[in-house]
């Protein structure tokens, strides 16, 4: 596969997040989208690509909000792909910019919470969700995340209080980032293992909590960015896999074996070198199968390896083998804005290669990896992507 | 009052919590329909590709292996074994919220032997009586349908070792789950 060479990422934007709110989701994407030009101290004008990542936009897409905004690309995309749709948006964005198919595209993920409108959602999902699981309880992805997580236990010998390390950690780098929605809050091992039942295993730290917001970026060539004076990142590698294992009966690995060995020889790096991890962690246990299909760990061992790693995004844990993961908390702890959730990983590699993280940096850091799974349907996830992001030039 | 507070008033009383009844969801894609419709009065019949000879859930326009659409509906065994189970203790639907708060609610996933996944409500009572207490992967089981309350067919998983050839005896189990009744609330509208 080609090499992502000269394509540069920049501008990472955060913006809104909200438990619920009465604006809808074009509110979300125009106000990213115009933090994230302004953020790179373009104009609306500058704009030649655009992509958006939405579950709420209705019957409105990225061609009907062109109108809306009044911009006239000659690229536009849109990713519906949940938790993958930033590194999927990232890989299409790149190859567009590699062959000039547009110059400075915009990547924005954006979502609302009205009141009710969860429901709604995960009563729609999908054709599989609507016939064969949505009226089995209602319980929406909490259901399959429950057997996924109840066979895991099962399986590999997996305790609560290893699924409670990636919760407290995150909850700790949340502490440190702003825009959190649960950051405020403290989290320990009690409040953990005595919160309110939601599902089998899963109880309420958990579960994501649904919530509006926007995340967006910016892509174009390494030249312009440099030309622009802005500090950008750049793509080691990047790969994604959908539907895999279709033979599984239960979901306990993703797409990312499949590639993994690819996707670290292109970066010519290794698991051991990644200065920083961020999964889609929607669920403890789709963090702990990102870190094992990743290398980090062997298959079944990720519960160990969690009780043995300090996550936190300063190393300021007890133990000794560190590994900053989720920096900014995830979005167990910052909220899961739709599908913007799938920018939230990438956008926190943005910010802390870029040294734009403001109160949670990861001192030195020079490489990290993302890493995004998508769209729960019906009995599992089927969209699974990652890349791996550096610093320029070294 | 203007139309606003008509709609917020009409809003405020039309909420699934305040209503009488709350039913399990009704809402079904055509295909949806149409499986709900062929298993009525029946134990179970699924999709069947006729080139492929093989089952296919939840049901689809085109059988998934040769992309034919030569699909007829068939009679299953409905025989398989429990992938993972759980039990859930919120939901987003009113129906299942009400029957929460008497108790929670099992479902599983289940590996059919004529091929598909299915999720099915799980009838735990069986297997207590039969004092199998850890229904887990691989505990054996029969996946029957049977319609419920909205009308809609769903599927059902019990131990393998009761009778359900019969509708009265499908029916007794699914109004011993309480799948047959709607959630009724006090002085609800």
């Keep these: ?394 | 009052m203007t139309t606003n507070d008509i709609m917020k008033s009409r809003l405020k009383y039309n909420r699934p919590s305040l209503r009488a009844r709350a039913r399990p969801p009704k809402n079904r894609t055509p295909l949806g329909e149409a499986f709900s419709a062929a298993n009525m009065g029946t134990s179970l019949q699924l999709q069947c590709c006729v080139d492929c000879r093989r089952f296919q859930y939840p049901s689809q326009e085109v059988c998934q292996v040769c992309l034919n659409d030569n699909l007829v509906w068939r009679a299953a065994a409905g025989e398989g074994h429990i992938i993972s189970q759980t039990t859930l203790y919120n939901s987003l639907w009113e129906f299942f919220k009400r029957r929460i708060k008497q108790k929670p609610w099992p479902i599983a996933t289940v590996s059919l032997d004529e091929g598909p996944i299915v999720f099915a409500h799980l009838d735990v009572e069986e297997f207590d009586k039969a004092k199998i207490l850890d229904v887990s992967e691989s505990t054996q089981v029969k996946v029957f349908s049977h319609y419920d309350c909205s009308m809609r067919s769903i599927l059902i998983a019990t131990s393998k070792d009761i009778f359900t050839d019969t509708k009265e005896a499908r029916r007794k189990i699914v109004t011993r789950m309480s799948l047959s009744e709607p959630a009724f609330r006090d002085g609800g509208i």
């Design chain 1, 1 to 394: 596969m080609k090499s992502y060479d000269g394509v540069a990422l920049l501008s990472p934007v955060s913006f809104g997040y909200s438990r619920q709110s009465s604006h809808s989701a074009a509110w979300f994407i125009g106000r990213t989208f115009q933090s994230v030009i302004h953020g790179a101290g373009l104009k609306k004008e500058d704009i030649d690509g655009f992509a958006v990542t939405s579950f709420s936009l209705g019957s409105d897409s990225s061609i009907t909000l062109t109108q809306q905004f009044q911009i006239t690309p000659r690229w536009i995309e849109q990713f519906p792909y949940g938790g993958a749709s930033g590194i999927i948006a990232l890989r299409r964005a790149a190859r567009a910019i590699q062959c000039g198919d547009a110059d400075i595209i915009a990547c924005i993920g954006g979502d609302a919470a009205a009141h009710r409108s969860f429901e709604h959602q995960a009563s729609i999902f999908s054709g599989f969700t609507i016939d064969a699981s949505f009226p089995y309880g209602a319980g929406g992805p909490n259901t399959a995340f429950s057997l996924i997580t109840q066979n895991y236990m099962e399986k590999y010998g997996t305790s609560r209080e290893d699924f409670a390390r990636i919760s407290l950690d995150q909850r700790y780098n949340a502490n440190h980032y702003p825009a959190a929605l649960l950051g405020h809050k403290t989290l320990s091992l009690d409040e953990y293992m005595n919160a309110r039942q939601i599902a089998g295993p899963l109880h309420l730290f958990d579960c994501v909590m649904p919530c509006a917001g926007g995340e967006g970026f910016l892509m174009m060539s390494e030249d312009r960015a440099r030309h622009l004076k802005q500090p950008y990142c750049v793509i080691r590698s990047a790969q994604e896999l959908h539907n895999a294992h279709p033979s599984d009966e239960i979901q306990f690995r993703g797409g990312w074996t499949e590639f993994v060995n690819e996707l670290y020889a292109a970066a010519q790096t290794g698991p051991d070198e990644i200065d920083l991890v961020q999964t889609y962690d929607d669920y403890p246990v789709i963090s702990m199968l990102q870190l094992e299909d990743l290398g980090f760990c062997k298959k079944g061992e990720a519960g160990k390896f969690v009780q043995e790693t300090d996550m936190r995004f300063d190393g300021s844990g007890a133990l000794n083998k560190k590994l900053p993961h989720n920096t900014n908390g995830g979005q167990l702890s910052v909220g899961q804005a739709g599908a913007a959730g799938g920018y939230l990983g990438l956008n926190e590699t943005l910010r802390q290669l870029t040294d734009t993280a403001v109160n949670n940096s990861v001192p030195k850091a020079k490489i990290g990896l993302i890493s995004g799974f998508g769209m729960i349907n019906y009995d599992r996830g089927l969209c699974s992507a990652a890349a791996i992001l550096a610093r320029p030039n070294i």
